[in-house]
DNA sequence: TATTGTTATACTCTATAACTATA
DNA sequence: TATAGTTATAGAGTATAACAATA
């Protein structure tokens, strides 16, 4: 067989992952890059646009729009980055840590009930094989 | 720490090689769905449109204009389903089977290369976890 | 009645390039 | 000169709903 290409199952399961996220998290009424800025902020880390733009996988044109709309909901604030007044450090709004906290709880539901059955080390051979793909773009 | 999640390192993962793999075919100009479809594509496994959406993950809507553009290129073509003559059929053209073996090359240098010192347990265990969370979604 | 695929709409994402402000 | 972020533009992806043809 030929379909086995580490890559196009990576963008399967990124697409499916993603779709189930939105229907479990549907009443938040977020787009599938808000709710992986969140999710990435949710670990209370300030981050600077730059930065959240990386962890995200956005260009900092995209990144721009995104954040304007969680801005514009109460969900974070943009401020100042303390020594680099170019930067824009972004933070997680009380009413947005609250989301931040949903999104992460579905996360890590959908991803428990996913691997129940699979060795911990299928698991952790996928995280490395992760950041491996992510690392090599640089 | 906090930010291991499976699924937003996967997404981080998309992300960063969907944008590798754009900038090595760039001559191709073709977009990230439009290198999804081919690579599926690329067995030579003839598929109706809707097969190919649960491949790329995209939606009947979204494939149809993806499709568009890929017949307007001359890179496949739609035919009738035997059997059933709701379905649409989709067939690489001898064009579009050589472009979607470049990709599947392109697909695979980017995996050897960022694959190398990864030991084959990790490799096979990312792909239990990644059709794992492929089939979570149904 | 249900399914396959297309069309229509509105909004979001994306790449690119030009721009401002800081460094 | 270089970097951080924004703006502007055009094209592509997305969800949703309505539709035609076929099952």
Known sequence: MM?????????????????????????????????????????????????LGAAVGSRPATLTGILDRLERRGLIVRGPRQGDRR???????????????????????????TLAGIPADAVAGAGVVLRALTGAAR
């Open 87 to 113: 930067a824009v450090q972004i933070s997680l709004t009380p009413q947005g840590d609250q989301t931040a906290a949903l999104i992460r709880r579905a996360l890590t539901d959908i991803e428990d009930r």
């Open 3 to 51: 379909n086995e290409s580490v890559i196009l199952e990576l963008q399967r399961a990124t697409h499916a992952t993603l779709h189930l996220l939105m229907t479990e998290l549907a009443d938040l009424d977020l787009t599938a890059s808000e709710i992986n800025a969140l999710g990435n902020l949710a670990d209370g880390v300030e981050r600077t646009a730059s930065e």
